[in-house]
Protein backbone atom coordinates (compact mmCIF):
# COMPACT_ATOMS: atom_id res chain seq x y z
CA UNK A 1 0.00 0.00 0.00
CA UNK A 2 1.16 3.38 -0.52
CA UNK A 3 1.45 5.44 2.16
CA UNK A 4 1.84 9.07 2.46
CA UNK A 5 3.86 11.00 5.02
CA UNK A 6 1.70 10.67 7.93
CA UNK A 7 0.69 7.34 7.49
CA UNK A 8 4.48 6.50 7.52
CA UNK A 9 4.77 8.91 10.29
CA UNK A 10 1.74 6.79 12.78
CA UNK A 11 3.44 3.42 11.00
CA UNK A 12 6.56 4.45 13.13
CA UNK A 13 4.98 5.49 16.24
CA UNK A 14 5.51 9.07 16.15
CA UNK A 15 2.01 9.60 16.73
CA UNK A 16 1.85 6.96 19.93
CA UNK A 17 1.16 3.62 20.26
CA UNK A 18 -2.51 3.85 19.86
CA UNK A 19 -2.53 5.61 16.00
CA UNK A 20 0.17 2.95 16.01
CA UNK A 21 -2.01 -0.08 16.39
CA UNK A 22 -4.76 1.41 14.25
CA UNK A 23 -2.70 2.25 10.89
CA UNK A 24 -0.86 -1.17 11.15
CA UNK A 25 -4.19 -3.24 11.88
CA UNK A 26 -5.82 -1.06 8.62
CA UNK A 27 -2.62 -1.77 6.36
CA UNK A 28 -2.73 -5.66 7.09
CA UNK A 29 -6.46 -5.17 5.96
CA UNK A 30 -6.18 -2.90 3.22
CA UNK A 31 -2.79 -5.69 2.10
CA UNK A 32 -5.62 -8.70 2.37
CA UNK A 33 -8.17 -6.49 0.25
CA UNK A 34 -5.01 -5.37 -2.49
CA UNK A 35 -5.87 -1.41 -1.70
CA UNK A 36 -4.00 0.85 -3.13
CA UNK A 37 -3.77 3.68 -0.81
CA UNK A 38 -5.96 4.92 2.21
CA UNK A 39 -8.91 7.27 1.80
CA UNK A 40 -10.19 10.13 4.07
CA UNK A 41 -13.20 9.03 5.52
CA UNK A 42 -16.08 11.79 7.32
CA UNK A 43 -17.37 9.99 10.14
CA UNK A 44 -16.97 6.53 11.76
CA UNK A 45 -19.46 4.07 12.96
CA UNK A 46 -18.62 2.06 15.97
CA UNK A 47 -20.04 -2.14 16.27
CA UNK A 48 -18.79 -2.23 19.60
CA UNK A 49 -21.73 -3.71 22.19
CA UNK A 50 -20.11 -5.65 25.65
CA UNK A 51 -21.91 -9.56 24.54
CA UNK A 52 -19.29 -9.23 21.52
CA UNK A 53 -16.59 -7.19 23.28
CA UNK A 54 -16.16 -9.44 25.83
CA UNK A 55 -13.93 -8.91 29.05
CA UNK A 56 -10.95 -9.47 26.75
CA UNK A 57 -12.52 -6.64 24.31
CA UNK A 58 -13.19 -4.14 27.31
CA UNK A 59 -9.68 -4.93 28.44
CA UNK A 60 -8.24 -3.80 25.37
CA UNK A 61 -10.30 -0.75 25.25
CA UNK A 62 -9.26 0.40 28.53
CA UNK A 63 -5.24 -0.20 27.50
CA UNK A 64 -5.99 2.35 24.57
CA UNK A 65 -8.51 4.80 27.29
CA UNK A 66 -5.06 4.80 29.76
CA UNK A 67 -2.81 6.48 27.11
CA UNK A 68 -1.83 10.25 26.77
CA UNK A 69 -5.20 11.90 26.21
CA UNK A 70 -3.55 13.88 22.89
CA UNK A 71 -2.54 10.40 21.70
CA UNK A 72 -6.02 8.64 22.03
CA UNK A 73 -8.62 10.89 21.06
CA UNK A 74 -10.25 9.89 17.84
CA UNK A 75 -9.19 12.54 14.51
CA UNK A 76 -13.10 12.67 12.93
CA UNK A 77 -16.39 11.97 14.29
CA UNK A 78 -16.80 8.69 15.85
CA UNK A 79 -20.19 7.13 16.95
CA UNK A 80 -21.66 3.86 18.27
CA UNK A 81 -24.02 1.46 17.14
CA UNK A 82 -26.60 0.10 19.86
CA UNK A 83 -25.04 -1.69 23.42
CA UNK A 84 -24.90 -4.41 25.27
CA UNK A 85 -27.67 -3.05 27.98
CA UNK A 86 -29.95 0.21 28.50
CA UNK A 87 -29.33 1.38 32.20
CA UNK A 88 -33.04 2.07 32.29
CA UNK A 89 -34.96 -1.06 31.16
CA UNK A 90 -32.01 -3.97 32.01
CA UNK A 91 -33.76 -4.87 35.22
CA UNK A 92 -37.09 -5.32 33.54
CA UNK A 93 -35.20 -7.79 31.30
CA UNK A 94 -33.53 -9.69 34.40
CA UNK A 95 -30.01 -8.56 32.64
CA UNK A 96 -27.23 -8.73 35.29
CA UNK A 97 -25.12 -6.45 37.74
CA UNK A 98 -22.13 -7.93 36.08
CA UNK A 99 -23.58 -7.10 32.51
CA UNK A 100 -24.36 -3.07 33.84
CA UNK A 101 -20.58 -3.33 34.94
CA UNK A 102 -19.09 -4.04 32.12
CA UNK A 103 -21.25 -1.75 29.69
CA UNK A 104 -20.36 1.25 32.27
CA UNK A 105 -16.61 0.26 31.52
CA UNK A 106 -16.83 0.00 28.28
CA UNK A 107 -18.42 3.44 27.45
CA UNK A 108 -15.74 4.66 29.83
CA UNK A 109 -12.95 3.60 27.77
CA UNK A 110 -14.68 5.03 24.50
CA UNK A 111 -15.80 8.37 26.06
CA UNK A 112 -12.01 8.56 26.92
CA UNK A 113 -11.45 7.84 23.36
CA UNK A 114 -13.54 11.01 22.61
CA UNK A 115 -16.29 8.78 20.63
CA UNK A 116 -19.55 9.96 21.05
CA UNK A 117 -22.23 7.41 22.53
CA UNK A 118 -24.71 7.49 19.93
CA UNK A 119 -25.54 3.70 20.57
CA UNK A 120 -27.76 3.78 17.01
CA UNK A 121 -28.00 2.10 13.86
CA UNK A 122 -30.10 4.41 12.39
CA UNK A 123 -27.89 7.26 12.50
CA UNK A 124 -28.58 8.13 8.77
CA UNK A 125 -32.35 8.57 10.19
CA UNK A 126 -31.20 10.67 13.29
CA UNK A 127 -27.71 11.56 13.88
CA UNK A 128 -25.75 12.98 10.58
CA UNK A 129 -26.65 11.39 7.13
CA UNK A 130 -24.16 11.11 4.88
CA UNK A 131 -24.02 12.55 1.29
CA UNK A 132 -23.91 10.74 -2.29
CA UNK A 133 -19.68 10.12 -2.67
CA UNK A 134 -19.18 10.56 0.94
CA UNK A 135 -16.35 7.90 2.41
CA UNK A 136 -17.69 6.48 5.54
CA UNK A 137 -16.25 3.75 7.83
CA UNK A 138 -19.39 2.49 9.33
CA UNK A 139 -20.29 -0.72 11.44
CA UNK A 140 -23.67 -2.17 11.73
CA UNK A 141 -24.63 -3.73 8.05
CA UNK A 142 -28.07 -2.25 8.18
CA UNK A 143 -26.19 0.77 8.20
CA UNK A 144 -23.69 0.21 5.68
CA UNK A 145 -26.00 -1.01 3.42
CA UNK A 146 -28.64 1.97 3.52
CA UNK A 147 -25.91 4.69 3.37
CA UNK A 148 -24.11 2.59 0.64
CA UNK A 149 -27.85 2.05 -1.50
CA UNK A 150 -29.70 4.80 -0.30
CA UNK A 151 -28.15 7.39 -0.09
CA UNK A 152 -24.52 6.67 -2.79
CA UNK A 153 -21.87 6.95 0.16
CA UNK A 154 -19.39 4.84 0.12
CA UNK A 155 -18.28 2.52 3.20
CA UNK A 156 -17.33 -1.14 3.45
CA UNK A 157 -18.81 -3.15 6.68
CA UNK A 158 -16.31 -2.15 9.01
CA UNK A 159 -16.08 -4.35 12.02
CA UNK A 160 -15.95 -2.59 15.72
CA UNK A 161 -11.62 -2.51 15.44
CA UNK A 162 -11.27 -1.56 12.20
CA UNK A 163 -14.16 1.26 12.73
CA UNK A 164 -12.15 2.50 15.40
CA UNK A 165 -9.09 2.39 13.81
CA UNK A 166 -10.85 4.51 11.43
CA UNK A 167 -11.74 6.94 13.77
CA UNK A 168 -8.03 7.00 15.01
CA UNK A 169 -5.61 7.59 11.87
CA UNK A 170 -9.22 9.77 9.97
CA UNK A 171 -9.24 7.22 6.92
CA UNK A 172 -9.69 3.75 6.00
CA UNK A 173 -8.11 1.33 3.40
CA UNK A 174 -9.43 2.35 -0.43
CA UNK A 175 -11.12 -1.08 -1.20
CA UNK A 176 -14.53 -2.85 -1.62
CA UNK A 177 -17.28 -0.22 -2.13
CA UNK A 178 -14.84 3.04 -2.28
CA UNK A 179 -14.15 2.02 -5.77
CA UNK A 180 -16.44 2.28 -8.67
CA UNK A 181 -15.81 -1.08 -9.84
CA UNK A 182 -17.77 -2.89 -7.06
CA UNK A 183 -20.42 -0.79 -7.42
CA UNK A 184 -22.21 -1.83 -10.62
CA UNK A 185 -24.95 -4.48 -9.91
CA UNK A 186 -24.18 -8.14 -10.94
CA UNK A 187 -27.69 -9.90 -10.41
CA UNK A 188 -31.43 -9.01 -11.23
CA UNK A 189 -34.45 -9.81 -9.66
CA UNK A 190 -37.64 -8.21 -10.91
CA UNK A 191 -40.65 -7.55 -8.33
CA UNK A 192 -43.74 -9.34 -10.03
CA UNK A 193 -45.54 -8.45 -6.31
CA UNK A 194 -45.97 -5.41 -3.98
CA UNK A 195 -45.18 -5.79 -0.67
CA UNK A 196 -47.48 -4.43 2.25
CA UNK A 197 -45.78 -3.24 5.28
CA UNK A 198 -42.21 -3.30 6.58
CA UNK A 199 -41.87 -6.95 7.30
CA UNK A 200 -43.00 -7.75 3.37
CA UNK A 201 -40.20 -5.38 3.04
CA UNK A 202 -37.81 -7.60 5.06
CA UNK A 203 -38.88 -10.46 3.51
CA UNK A 204 -37.98 -9.14 -0.03
CA UNK A 205 -34.36 -8.13 1.11
CA UNK A 206 -34.28 -12.09 2.73
CA UNK A 207 -34.87 -13.75 -0.26
CA UNK A 208 -32.53 -11.36 -2.14
CA UNK A 209 -29.83 -11.69 0.29
CA UNK A 210 -30.63 -15.57 0.33
CA UNK A 211 -30.16 -15.75 -3.75
CA UNK A 212 -27.32 -13.26 -3.89
CA UNK A 213 -25.58 -14.76 -0.93
CA UNK A 214 -22.21 -12.73 -1.32
CA UNK A 215 -20.44 -9.20 -0.34
CA UNK A 216 -18.88 -8.92 -2.99
CA UNK A 217 -22.30 -9.54 -5.09
CA UNK A 218 -24.76 -6.07 -6.26
CA UNK A 219 -28.26 -7.53 -6.44
CA UNK A 220 -30.50 -4.79 -9.08
CA UNK A 221 -34.53 -4.75 -7.88
CA UNK A 222 -36.34 -3.97 -10.88
CA UNK A 223 -40.58 -3.93 -11.58
CA UNK A 224 -41.51 -1.59 -8.11
CA UNK A 225 -45.06 -0.33 -8.37
CA UNK A 226 -44.89 1.83 -5.70
CA UNK A 227 -42.58 4.31 -3.59
CA UNK A 228 -40.74 2.78 -0.90
CA UNK A 229 -40.43 4.51 2.38
CA UNK A 230 -37.45 5.43 4.24
CA UNK A 231 -38.47 2.37 6.98
CA UNK A 232 -39.13 0.65 4.00
CA UNK A 233 -36.02 0.48 2.85
CA UNK A 234 -34.17 0.29 6.41
CA UNK A 235 -35.89 -3.04 6.71
CA UNK A 236 -34.70 -4.38 2.98
CA UNK A 237 -31.68 -3.25 3.49
CA UNK A 238 -31.30 -4.73 6.98
CA UNK A 239 -32.49 -8.40 5.66
CA UNK A 240 -30.48 -8.15 2.76
CA UNK A 241 -27.04 -7.64 4.36
CA UNK A 242 -28.19 -10.06 6.87
CA UNK A 243 -29.29 -12.76 5.10
CA UNK A 244 -26.79 -12.01 2.03
CA UNK A 245 -23.87 -10.23 3.69
CA UNK A 246 -24.91 -7.79 1.21
CA UNK A 247 -23.27 -4.34 1.32
CA UNK A 248 -25.23 -2.76 -1.75
CA UNK A 249 -28.12 -2.76 -4.12
CA UNK A 250 -29.69 -0.53 -6.30
CA UNK A 251 -33.05 0.13 -7.29
CA UNK A 252 -33.53 1.90 -10.56
CA UNK A 253 -35.20 5.05 -10.83
CA UNK A 254 -35.12 5.45 -6.36
CA UNK A 255 -31.72 4.77 -5.48
CA UNK A 256 -29.06 7.42 -6.54
CA UNK A 257 -26.68 5.26 -8.45
CA UNK A 258 -29.38 4.03 -10.60
CA UNK A 259 -30.94 6.42 -12.51
CA UNK A 260 -32.05 3.54 -15.30
CA UNK A 261 -31.43 -0.06 -14.89
CA UNK A 262 -28.50 -0.24 -17.63
CA UNK A 263 -27.09 2.50 -15.41
CA UNK A 264 -27.74 0.53 -12.29
CA UNK A 265 -25.32 -2.40 -14.29
CA UNK A 266 -22.74 -0.12 -14.77
CA UNK A 267 -23.32 0.12 -18.75
CA UNK A 268 -23.11 -3.47 -19.60
CA UNK A 269 -26.01 -5.56 -20.35
CA UNK A 270 -28.76 -5.96 -18.30
CA UNK A 271 -28.80 -9.60 -17.41
CA UNK A 272 -32.43 -11.65 -17.65
CA UNK A 273 -33.72 -11.41 -14.21
CA UNK A 274 -34.95 -13.58 -11.77
CA UNK A 275 -38.44 -13.02 -10.58
CA UNK A 276 -40.28 -12.23 -7.07
CA UNK A 277 -43.51 -12.99 -6.71
CA UNK A 278 -46.16 -13.14 -3.96
CA UNK A 279 -45.76 -16.70 -3.47
CA UNK A 280 -42.00 -15.91 -2.79
CA UNK A 281 -42.85 -13.99 -0.04
CA UNK A 282 -45.65 -16.28 1.84
CA UNK A 283 -43.07 -19.14 1.72
CA UNK A 284 -40.54 -16.92 3.14
CA UNK A 285 -43.06 -16.36 6.26
CA UNK A 286 -44.23 -19.97 6.21
CA UNK A 287 -40.63 -20.66 6.46
CA UNK A 288 -41.43 -19.34 9.95
CA UNK A 289 -44.56 -19.87 10.57
CA UNK A 290 -45.95 -21.86 14.41
CA UNK A 291 -49.49 -20.25 14.45
CA UNK A 292 -51.34 -21.17 17.59
CA UNK A 293 -48.07 -20.95 19.34
CA UNK A 294 -47.67 -19.42 22.71
CA UNK A 295 -45.87 -16.10 22.26
CA UNK A 296 -43.07 -15.93 25.29
CA UNK A 297 -41.58 -12.73 23.34
CA UNK A 298 -42.78 -9.74 21.18
CA UNK A 299 -39.56 -7.69 19.59
CA UNK A 300 -39.99 -4.71 17.63
CA UNK A 301 -36.27 -3.62 16.71
CA UNK A 302 -33.23 -5.02 14.44
CA UNK A 303 -33.21 -2.30 13.20
CA UNK A 304 -34.00 0.31 16.19
CA UNK A 305 -38.06 2.29 15.32
CA UNK A 306 -37.90 5.41 13.48
CA UNK A 307 -40.55 7.83 15.63
CA UNK A 308 -43.43 6.89 12.92
CA UNK A 309 -42.41 3.29 13.56
CA UNK A 310 -42.70 3.99 17.63
CA UNK A 311 -46.12 6.00 16.99
CA UNK A 312 -47.49 2.91 15.05
CA UNK A 313 -46.98 0.41 17.67
CA UNK A 314 -48.33 2.78 20.28
CA UNK A 315 -51.78 3.39 18.01
CA UNK A 316 -52.32 -0.67 17.64
CA UNK A 317 -51.98 -1.22 21.60
CA UNK A 318 -54.14 1.40 22.54
CA UNK A 319 -57.02 0.68 24.29
CA UNK A 320 -55.15 -3.09 24.58
CA UNK A 321 -53.34 -5.36 27.03
CA UNK A 322 -50.19 -6.92 26.74
CA UNK A 323 -51.45 -10.52 27.66
CA UNK A 324 -49.60 -11.86 31.50
CA UNK A 325 -46.59 -14.40 30.55
CA UNK A 326 -45.73 -13.07 26.94
CA UNK A 327 -43.49 -9.99 27.16
CA UNK A 328 -43.50 -7.14 24.27
CA UNK A 329 -39.86 -4.98 23.91
CA UNK A 330 -39.35 -2.30 21.50
CA UNK A 331 -35.85 -0.48 21.31
CA UNK A 332 -35.29 2.48 19.32
CA UNK A 333 -32.13 4.87 19.97
CA UNK A 334 -31.58 7.48 22.87
CA UNK A 335 -32.47 10.57 20.52
CA UNK A 336 -35.56 8.76 19.28
CA UNK A 337 -36.91 7.33 22.81
CA UNK A 338 -36.46 11.19 24.20
CA UNK A 339 -38.76 12.02 21.66
CA UNK A 340 -41.34 9.24 22.24
CA UNK A 341 -41.26 10.24 25.87
CA UNK A 342 -41.92 13.84 24.99
CA UNK A 343 -44.82 13.12 22.73
CA UNK A 344 -46.60 10.65 25.11
CA UNK A 345 -45.62 7.44 22.98
CA UNK A 346 -43.18 5.54 25.49
CA UNK A 347 -46.62 6.17 27.87
CA UNK A 348 -48.53 4.65 25.56
CA UNK A 349 -46.77 1.57 25.06
CA UNK A 350 -45.53 0.87 28.51
CA UNK A 351 -49.11 1.56 29.71
CA UNK A 352 -50.50 -1.30 27.84
CA UNK A 353 -47.54 -3.58 29.41
CA UNK A 354 -44.72 -2.81 26.59
CA UNK A 355 -41.13 -2.43 27.53
CA UNK A 356 -39.42 0.60 25.55
CA UNK A 357 -35.84 0.33 25.60
CA UNK A 358 -32.98 2.87 24.43
CA UNK A 359 -29.81 2.30 22.89
CA UNK A 360 -29.87 -1.12 22.57
CA UNK A 361 -31.20 -3.28 19.31
CA UNK A 362 -32.36 -6.81 21.37
CA UNK A 363 -29.84 -9.22 19.67
CA UNK A 364 -27.40 -7.46 20.74
CA UNK A 365 -27.87 -7.11 24.47
CA UNK A 366 -27.27 -10.88 25.58
CA UNK A 367 -30.05 -12.20 23.63
CA UNK A 368 -29.07 -15.82 25.32
CA UNK A 369 -29.14 -15.02 29.29
CA UNK A 370 -32.01 -12.80 28.49
CA UNK A 371 -34.13 -16.25 26.87
CA UNK A 372 -32.77 -17.93 29.80
CA UNK A 373 -33.93 -15.46 32.72
CA UNK A 374 -37.25 -14.78 30.98
CA UNK A 375 -38.16 -18.20 29.95
CA UNK A 376 -38.42 -17.35 26.34
CA UNK A 377 -38.31 -19.46 23.38
CA UNK A 378 -40.97 -18.17 21.08
CA UNK A 379 -40.26 -14.68 19.74
CA UNK A 380 -42.64 -13.14 17.48
CA UNK A 381 -41.28 -10.42 15.27
CA UNK A 382 -41.85 -7.98 12.24
CA UNK A 383 -37.86 -7.90 11.82
CA UNK A 384 -36.78 -10.12 8.90
CA UNK A 385 -33.22 -9.47 10.09
CA UNK A 386 -34.03 -10.57 13.42
CA UNK A 387 -35.49 -13.74 12.53
CA UNK A 388 -32.46 -14.52 10.62
CA UNK A 389 -30.10 -14.22 13.42
CA UNK A 390 -32.16 -15.31 16.84
CA UNK A 391 -32.33 -18.83 15.80
CA UNK A 392 -28.53 -18.75 16.61
CA UNK A 393 -29.39 -17.85 20.47
CA UNK A 394 -31.69 -20.61 21.04
CA UNK A 395 -34.86 -18.70 20.19
CA UNK A 396 -38.03 -20.17 18.02
CA UNK A 397 -38.85 -16.86 15.71
CA UNK A 398 -41.61 -16.03 13.48
CA UNK A 399 -42.06 -13.31 11.13
CA UNK A 400 -45.30 -11.80 11.46
CA UNK A 401 -46.45 -7.76 10.04
CA UNK A 402 -46.46 -5.41 12.97
CA UNK A 403 -50.19 -5.51 13.37
CA UNK A 404 -50.74 -9.38 13.70
CA UNK A 405 -47.18 -9.03 16.39
CA UNK A 406 -49.36 -6.79 18.73
CA UNK A 407 -52.84 -8.87 18.15
CA UNK A 408 -50.44 -12.07 19.20
CA UNK A 409 -49.02 -10.22 21.83
CA UNK A 410 -52.56 -9.07 23.05
CA UNK A 411 -53.57 -12.72 23.02
CA UNK A 412 -50.71 -14.21 24.22
CA UNK A 413 -50.25 -17.08 21.10
CA UNK A 414 -49.35 -16.59 17.35
CA UNK A 415 -52.64 -15.49 15.74
CA UNK B 1 1.25 -36.54 -1.60
CA UNK B 2 1.15 -33.48 -0.27
CA UNK B 3 -1.31 -31.32 -1.83
CA UNK B 4 -1.10 -27.84 -2.60
CA UNK B 5 -3.41 -25.53 -3.59
CA UNK B 6 -2.29 -21.80 -4.09
CA UNK B 7 -4.60 -18.53 -2.68
CA UNK B 8 -4.88 -14.91 -2.01
CA UNK B 9 -1.93 -13.56 0.46
CA UNK B 10 -3.72 -14.10 4.13
CA UNK B 11 -3.87 -13.41 7.95
CA UNK B 12 -2.30 -14.36 10.66
CA UNK B 13 0.43 -16.97 11.50
CA UNK B 14 1.49 -19.79 9.66
CA UNK B 15 -0.77 -22.70 11.33
CA UNK B 16 -1.49 -26.88 10.75
CA UNK B 17 -4.40 -28.24 11.83
CA UNK B 18 -7.16 -30.53 11.29
CA UNK B 19 -10.08 -29.32 8.58
CA UNK B 20 -13.87 -28.99 9.04
CA UNK B 21 -15.46 -28.72 6.34
CA UNK B 22 -19.12 -27.40 4.82
CA UNK B 23 -20.86 -26.20 2.20
CA UNK B 24 -22.03 -23.55 4.23
CA UNK B 25 -21.81 -19.69 5.52
CA UNK B 26 -19.76 -18.24 8.64
CA UNK B 27 -20.70 -15.66 11.20
CA UNK B 28 -19.54 -15.81 14.84
CA UNK B 29 -23.08 -13.92 15.94
CA UNK B 30 -25.20 -15.94 14.24
CA UNK B 31 -23.87 -19.81 14.44
CA UNK B 32 -21.90 -20.32 17.34
CA UNK B 33 -22.56 -20.84 21.00
CA UNK B 34 -19.06 -19.10 21.95
CA UNK B 35 -19.44 -19.97 25.49
CA UNK B 36 -19.86 -23.56 24.71
CA UNK B 37 -17.43 -23.80 21.25
CA UNK B 38 -20.03 -25.38 18.96
CA UNK B 39 -22.14 -24.45 15.94
CA UNK B 40 -25.78 -23.82 17.40
CA UNK B 41 -27.82 -22.55 15.04
CA UNK B 42 -29.97 -25.23 14.11
CA UNK B 43 -29.75 -24.72 10.05
CA UNK B 44 -25.62 -24.53 10.00
CA UNK B 45 -24.62 -27.78 8.55
CA UNK B 46 -22.12 -27.91 11.12
CA UNK B 47 -24.52 -27.53 13.79
CA UNK B 48 -23.87 -29.36 17.26
CA UNK B 49 -20.14 -29.60 16.06
CA UNK B 50 -17.08 -28.22 17.94
CA UNK B 51 -14.94 -25.46 16.13
CA UNK B 52 -12.24 -25.32 18.63
CA UNK B 53 -9.06 -25.77 17.49
CA UNK B 54 -10.11 -26.66 14.13
CA UNK B 55 -9.41 -25.18 10.72
CA UNK B 56 -12.77 -24.40 9.52
CA UNK B 57 -13.33 -24.28 5.66
CA UNK B 58 -16.43 -22.78 4.52
CA UNK B 59 -17.65 -20.98 1.83
CA UNK B 60 -17.98 -17.49 2.56
CA UNK B 61 -18.34 -14.98 5.98
CA UNK B 62 -22.28 -13.98 6.69
CA UNK B 63 -23.46 -10.82 7.82
CA UNK B 64 -22.58 -9.49 11.25
CA UNK B 65 -20.43 -6.94 12.41
CA UNK B 66 -19.76 -8.46 15.64
CA UNK B 67 -17.50 -11.28 14.64
CA UNK B 68 -14.64 -8.31 14.50
CA UNK B 69 -14.69 -8.36 18.03
CA UNK B 70 -15.70 -12.07 18.92
CA UNK B 71 -12.93 -13.78 17.17
CA UNK B 72 -10.55 -12.06 19.68
CA UNK B 73 -12.93 -12.50 22.90
CA UNK B 74 -13.45 -16.40 21.53
CA UNK B 75 -9.04 -16.51 21.21
CA UNK B 76 -8.79 -15.14 24.83
CA UNK B 77 -10.87 -17.95 25.92
CA UNK B 78 -9.18 -20.53 24.29
CA UNK B 79 -12.32 -21.00 22.39
CA UNK B 80 -11.40 -20.26 18.68
CA UNK B 81 -10.58 -22.07 15.96
CA UNK B 82 -7.23 -22.05 14.64
CA UNK B 83 -7.83 -20.99 11.30
CA UNK B 84 -10.44 -20.29 8.73
CA UNK B 85 -10.11 -20.59 5.43
CA UNK B 86 -12.69 -19.54 2.87
CA UNK B 87 -13.81 -19.59 -0.99
CA UNK B 88 -14.46 -15.22 -0.43
CA UNK B 89 -14.59 -13.55 3.00
CA UNK B 90 -16.52 -10.31 3.08
CA UNK B 91 -14.51 -7.77 5.03
CA UNK B 92 -15.71 -8.50 8.74
CA UNK B 93 -13.62 -11.47 9.08
CA UNK B 94 -10.93 -10.22 7.48
CA UNK B 95 -10.44 -7.43 9.66
CA UNK B 96 -11.81 -9.72 12.98
CA UNK B 97 -8.69 -12.37 11.64
CA UNK B 98 -6.56 -8.99 11.49
CA UNK B 99 -7.40 -7.88 15.17
CA UNK B 100 -7.18 -11.57 17.02
CA UNK B 101 -3.78 -12.41 15.01
CA UNK B 102 -5.97 -15.68 13.65
CA UNK B 103 -5.10 -16.90 10.54
CA UNK B 104 -7.26 -16.40 7.48
CA UNK B 105 -7.03 -16.79 3.87
CA UNK B 106 -9.19 -16.88 0.77
CA UNK B 107 -9.40 -16.96 -3.06
CA UNK B 108 -8.01 -19.81 -4.26
CA UNK B 109 -6.83 -20.88 -7.68
CA UNK B 110 -8.04 -23.80 -7.71
CA UNK B 111 -11.82 -22.82 -6.76
CA UNK B 112 -14.18 -23.27 -4.14
CA UNK B 113 -11.82 -25.10 -1.02
CA UNK B 114 -15.01 -26.44 0.30
CA UNK B 115 -14.45 -28.69 -2.66
CA UNK B 116 -10.87 -29.28 -2.18
CA UNK B 117 -10.52 -30.23 1.36
CA UNK B 118 -12.34 -32.44 3.10
CA UNK B 119 -13.17 -32.81 6.53
CA UNK B 120 -10.46 -34.64 8.65
CA UNK B 121 -7.61 -33.68 6.34
CA UNK B 122 -4.62 -32.80 8.14
CA UNK B 123 -3.36 -29.15 6.50
CA UNK B 124 -0.51 -26.02 7.01
CA UNK B 125 -1.18 -22.93 6.02
CA UNK B 126 1.34 -20.20 5.14
CA UNK B 127 -0.82 -17.38 5.11
CA UNK B 128 2.42 -14.91 3.99
CA UNK B 129 2.84 -17.33 0.96
CA UNK B 130 -0.57 -17.46 -0.27
CA UNK B 131 -0.56 -21.58 0.23
CA UNK B 132 -2.67 -24.40 1.46
CA UNK B 133 -0.68 -28.06 1.89
CA UNK B 134 -2.87 -30.80 2.39
CA UNK B 135 -0.47 -33.01 4.57
CA UNK B 136 -2.70 -36.27 4.87
CA UNK B 137 -6.18 -36.78 3.58
CA UNK B 138 -8.51 -37.62 6.78
Known sequence: MRLDDEAQAMLAGEAGPVRQWAIRHQIAVGEFFDAPDFVPVGQAHIMADTESLGEAGVRWLEGLAAQPVEQRRVRIPTITDPRGLDFNSYKRLRQTEAMAEIEARAIRAFEALGVLMTNTCINYQTILPPVRGEHLAFGDTGVVIYSNSVLGARSNFEGGPSALAAGLTGRTPRYGFHLDVHRAGTRHFALRCRPRGLADWGALGGIVGRATNSYWEVPVVTGLAQQPSSDELKHFGAALASFGSVALFHMPGITPEAPTPEAAFGGRPVPEPTAIAGEDIAAFYAGYDAKGDKVDVVVFAAPQLSLLEMQKVADLLDGRRVREGTSLIVATSPEIKSAADRMGLTQRIEGAGGIVAAGVCFYQSYAREMAEANGWTRLLTNSAKLVNIIGGYGYKPTLASMERCVDSAVAGRIL | ?138
Open chain 2, 1 to 138: MPIVLKCHRGIGPAVTGTALVADDNFSARYDLDRLKGIFSRPAHKLHGQSYVGKVLVLVTAKGGVASAWMLHEMASRGLAPKAIVFDRTNTILAQGAAFADLTLVDRFEAGDPTRLIRTGDEIEIDPAEGRVTILNRG
